[in-house]
């Protein structure tokens, strides 16, 4: 039976609406209800998905203009309203025959909400077919402008235009709405770099090696997706983002030490940190959540790791007395810094909140700080650009921890951190084709 796909995108918007789940985690529900195994058929629901969302504001914004009353917008049913969602994407943002995109979705409409649903929603996306978008930005204030135009909050645009030049600002919103570039960890534990590159290639897998890092290669091109290569399932490699590799790479472990990595799963980090140190010493790996370590536990057998020693417990008690040669937190943050990878957190996460977070990530650092010995090193990072989880964490530390000093968070990719941090390292998407990212360093002193 053929999948239809705007379909299949609208329920998977609404499950996104009515529950917690990520755009993945909710992709994969509905994918799974209707047995769709062609990973074509699933790659064409995710890049739908995520771009609609990515594209929220903006879709919403071009529907509220194409109503009588924009007030009305908020009493649209949210399946009915996801549905128009889909219709205005592929209306504005894609290059198909306006009247098959709209006739689809009413078609849909009708049969899941009856003929009165279809008749607004066949109105509605008529008029929309008509409306300039250059009309929608006219209207609108300059701060409104550049969410619409560029699918980001106004309160971000703000906080980015306090730390950022203007041009910068545009560019970082820009690449925020490109699909990210993959990498890859080559698992030196079970395959040599150059035979995994070999393989790869032989599976029409075009890759970049990372000037920095041998083991991190960049796809450029591949005709499958990575995880369906059977390189991938044996374990010979492991998806990681740019910037989580530099993080392990600024702990710098080595060979038969102790360390304790507080925030593990899902483990991007922890694995590479016993691959590293090529299975020895000692690593202690900590997660809060049962289902998440036991997910990573699975990946540890895949990759053939043996140094690593899982633990699911609250690690602002952890219930260890050894110190431990270096300690990484790597805490909850806002993910502020990962929009491009995960859009659905642009329009979930409030600002307001904020203390939240930053409560937390202040007693973690405290927490991992008490189990690092003299000598020993403390690493600390984020995937957000927000100075509240970074500078003034760091700063606040030095001030209150006189025992440990903070050192360069080497190697030097990036650029310094604000407020005086010029030890510290911070990574935007537009400029190091990572995550926003921010790192720093600090050494436990006598």
């Known amino acids: 039976m053929a999948v239809n796909k705007e379909l299949v995108a609208g ?13 993945r985690q909710a992709i994969k529900q509905i994918v799974k209800k209707y047995k769709i195994t062609d990973w074509k058929i699933r790659g064409g629901i995710h890049a739908l998905v995520f771009e609609i969302i990515r594209k929220y504001n903006g879709i919403d914004e071009i529907i509220k203009y194409s109503l009588k009353d924009k007030k009305s917008f908020k009493r649209i049913e949210i399946p009915i309203k996801n549905l128009l969602r ?3 994407y592929e209306l504005k943002f894609m290059e198909i025959v306006p009247a098959k995109i709209t006739n689809e979705i009413v078609e849909i409409t009708k049969q899941k909400f009856g003929k009165n649903k279809s008749k607004f929603v066949n109105a509605l996306l008529k008029n929309i077919e008509k409306t300039d ?4 930005e006219d209207h609108l204030n300059e701060r409104n402008r550049l969410s619409f135009k560029y699918f980001h909050p106004n309160w971000y645009i703000e906080y980015l235009e306090k730390i950022l030049d203007r041009d910068s600002v545009i560019s970082f919103l820009k690449e ?21 590159i070999g393989i790869l290639k032989n599976n029409k897998v075009e ?7 041998p083991e991190i290669l960049k796809v450029t091109k591949t005709k499958k997706p990575m995880t369906r290569l059977k390189s991938y399932k044996k374990g010979l490699f492991y998806i990681q983002t740019k910037s989580s590799a530099v993080v392990t790479h600024v702990l710098d472990p080595q060979a038969n030490e102790y360390i304790l990595d507080i925030c593990a799963a899902p483990g ?6 016993a691959q590293l140190m090529k299975n020895t010493g000692k690593i202690l790996a900590l997660d809060l959540s049962y289902r998440r370590i036991m997910e990573l536990k699975l990946k540890l057998k895949l990759l053939n790791i043996k140094n690593i020693e899982l633990i699911q417990t609250d690690s602002l008690n952890i219930p260890i007395r050894k110190k431990a040669d270096r300690v990484l937190v790597d805490p909850p943050c806002t993910g502020t810094g990962a929009y491009g990878s995960r859009p659905l957190a642009r329009w979930k996460i409030n600002i307001k909140y904020l203390s939240n977070y930053t409560n937390l990530q202040w007693k973690l650092l405290a927490s991992g700080a008490s189990h690092v010995k ?3 090193t403390l690493v600390y990072s984020t995937c957000s650009i927000l100075i509240e989880e970074n500078e003034t964490i760091v700063k606040k530390f030095l001030e209150q921890y006189p025992d440990f000093q903070i050192i360069p968070a080497l190697p030097q990719i990036g650029m310094k ?5 010029e030890n510290c390292k911070r990574l935007f998407p537009h400029l190091h084709e990572s995550e926003g990212f921010f790192i720093a360093k600090f050494q436990k002193i006598e």
């Open 11 to 23: 329920e998977v918007l609404d499950l996104i609406e009515k529950s917690n789940l990520s755009e």
């Open 86 to 88: 889909i219709g205005v």
């Open 133 to 136: 978008l250059n009309d929608i």
């Open 176 to 196: 925020n709405n490109k699909v990210p570039p993959i990498y890859i960890r080559v698992n030196t534990l079970k395959i040599r770099i150059d035979r995994l």
């Open 207 to 213: 890759l970049e090696q990372d000037p920095y890092f």
């Open 268 to 273: 991007g980090k922890t694995t590479h940190i």
């Open 374 to 376: 003299y000598g020993g």
């Open 417 to 421: 951190g604000f407020m005086d941090c």
